[in-house]
């Protein structure tokens, strides 16, 4: 492949991808790997806070959250992760406290200390710039100007605004300068610390343990597990009807303990949730779970070059607007290109190739985004091992299993279907969160505000009734997105009582808050992103109207899909003009959506499509 520097060759920038994203996740990266050698040293726990360098060493093995997020937060501008993390801490206590392993200024710039995210800036920046200037993104950008005059920012009500394109490629290395004192996020911390001081007091526990899972989760945990073990060993025995039902037991087991459990909500035992973490790696290992979800996600939400959840298999499928629009992109919203990303996301995009890029490539980072954290050679080698007999186990079992004499296809149908299943029912419960339009359209440098408005809760908890506990049960409280980024370390069971506070918060502050009534509409939106997403930015903008004046941002949710809509005749246009004729448009992927949707959710009827603002 044509080195990601040379900026000379018109003919092999024309026919890469955008090219800081192939740097970003494919090439070795000289500042980072000086970094990872001689300042944050395996062993070493540098941290940076609201823009101070910190010295944490002495204090892994008293940390009240455990080793591993300490180890998450090294070499890292670790802000909104210690913001988020620590919202129930007395915080005149956590800034004594913190005061004691200060670094001089001095000190850090003796000791050339930098964050390790600094290290994924090209060293030739001249000719990273003068490689990305090519002729399609010139012409891009004198359509696109006249777009951003009118579009760039709108007014949040009492906090302020917020921006369109506020974060990307130029801010690639940087800390970003996340505030986190306005009233908003103070109000709101505040009514929620208030009702979880009740809740401890009324179960007669801690307030720590006040937001961890309650008995009654544990209940269902129980219930679940009992059902994907016995699930797992009849599939074992051979059991067909096993080929569906495991995989929705593992699901229905796995999502209310794995997710919980690395977000160090289930308990407030730090070892035990890092076992219960181990238990599903069909989900994902640990350690690239933490790197992609907890570091890199959570933190960067739909943040182009910073989020590596949009940029998943960009070979195949754009996921933002920043990343370059390219032919293969023209036929993501088809059927096919969408089954197949639904058929492998999980078992061979998170288990295997994410794994692969973390642990085993140059990059050293999780897709180009999130440098690897300081690990021993020797952690590296039993993770390898590790995930090496997993796969192995898991794609061979039926040949050593079943009696001599079954036939290949069998042990093969085995051994996969229930990967398929699982993956579909990963798919169908993270892409409605934070893949659509009105998610992916907005961004704040108020961290609190920033996680809002990119994300779209689904189900309404406020109705209590039979529709709502089938998505919150289904979802392991996926569906109530918001609130989960604003508090990672609460138990999902508390955050219907956390989604009153917030909508109510919001509603006073005129923050923006999008929700919709289930999976069905969550599917639209999903689909309506990919298809958006799916045209070049150059047609896409010839499309739009330039004099339109946009709508607030309040009302923004309830007009998204209307503004993004394309007519038949351009999208006609388009598939011609990269020589397709099979691409499937949004009004015929309606059938697909309603065949995928219908085994899950029993009560797809009830679903009205309207929307909170």
């Known amino acids: 492949m044509t080195s990601p520097t040379t900026p000379n060759n018109s003919q092999a920038t024309d026919a890469a991808f955008d090219t800081t994203l192939i740097y970003l996740l494919d090439a070795p990266k000289p500042s980072l790997n000086h970094l990872l050698a001689t300042v944050h040293v395996p062993g070493s726990l540098l941290i940076q806070l609201h823009g101070e360098w910190y010295d944490m060493e002495k204090f892994v093995d008293v940390h009240p959250g455990g080793v591993t997020a300490l180890r998450l937060a090294a070499g890292r501008d670790a802000t909104a992760l210690f913001e988020s993390s ?132 544990w209940a269902i945990i129980l219930f679940f597990g009992v059902f994907w073990i016995s699930s797992t060993v009849m599939l074992v025995k051979g059991y067909y009807s096993m080929l569906v039902l495991c995989p929705l037991c593992s699901w229905l087991c796995g999502v209310n303990v794995f997710h919980d459990a690395l977000h160090f909500a289930l308990t407030t035992y730090p070892k035990f949730n890092e076992f219960c973490g181990a238990l599903f790696p069909f989900f994902s290992s640990p350690f690239a779970w933490n790197h992609q979800h907890v570091v890199g996600h959570h933190v960067h939400t739909n943040m182009p070059y910073h989020d590596p959840d949009v940029a998943h298999g960009p070979a195949i499928r754009r996921e933002h607007k920043a990343h370059r629009h390219e032919p293969i992109h023209s036929s993501q919203s088809s059927f096919k290109m969408i089954a197949l990303h639904f058929v492998i996301g999980t078992w061979l995009g998170l288990g295997i190739g994410n794994d692969y890029k973390l642990v085993l490539s140059s990059s050293k980072s999780y897709n180009g985004f999130v440098p690897r954290m300081p690990v021993y050679t020797s952690e590296l080698v039993q993770h390898v091992i590790v995930r090496t007999v997993y796969v192995l186990v898991t794609f061979t079992w039926p040949f050593f299993v079943f009696p001599a004499g079954t036939s290949v296809f069998k042990c093969l149908l085995f051994a996969i279907a229930p990967l398929i299943g699982f993956s579909i029912l990963f798919m169908l419960n993270t892409q409605i969160n934070h893949l659509t339009p009105s998610a992916m359209k907005y961004q704040s440098k108020d961290w609190t505000i920033h996680q809002i408005i ?79 997403m799916s045209i070049p930015p150059l047609m896409e903008l010839k499309l739009k109207s330039p004099n339109s004046a946009p709508a607030s941002a309040a009302a923004e949710p309830a007009t998204v899909l209307k503004k993004s809509e394309i007519s038949k005749t351009a999208a006609a246009a388009l598939r011609q003009k990269n020589g397709r004729t099979s691409s499937v448009d949004l009004s015929t992927m309606l059938p697909l959506l309603e065949g995928l949707v219908a085994p899950v959710s029993v009560v797809a009827s009830l679903v009205d499509g309207k929307k909170d603002s």
């Open 454 to 532: 990119t994300a779209q809760n689904f189900g309404d908890p406020e109705k209590n009734d039979v529709a709502w506990w089938f998505h919150f049960i289904f979802s392991g409280g996926l569906c109530l997105q918001m609130e989960h980024h604003i508090f990672p370390t609460v138990n999902h069971c508390h955050l219907p009582a956390v989604a009153k506070i917030l909508k109510a918060t919001c509603k006073e502050y005129g923050v923006p808050y999008t929700r919709v009534n289930g999976y069905y509409q969550g599917m639209k939106e999903y689909i309506q992103h990919t298809h958006d």
């Open 86 to 217: 620590h919202v129930f801490a007395d915080k005149r206590k956590l800034d004594a406290l913190l005061a004691k392993y200060r670094l001089s200024h001095e000190e850090v710039a003796r000791r050339g200390i930098r964050t390790l995210e600094s290290g994924l800036v090209r060293d030739n920046l001249a000719a990273a710039a003068a490689e990305m200037a090519d002729k399609r993104e010139k012409e891009v950008e004198k359509d696109k100007s006249e777009i951003k005059k009118q579009t760039m920012t709108q007014d949040v009500g009492k906090v302020g605004r917020i921006e369109e394109e506020l974060f990307g490629e130029w801010t690639i290395g940087q800390n970003i300068d996340w505030t986190f004192d306005n009233e908003f996020r103070q109000v709101l911390l505040e009514r929620v610390r208030n009702h979880f001081k009740a809740e401890a007091m009324r179960r007669g526990v801690s307030l720590i343990a006040s937001t961890k899972a309650t008995p009654a989760k």
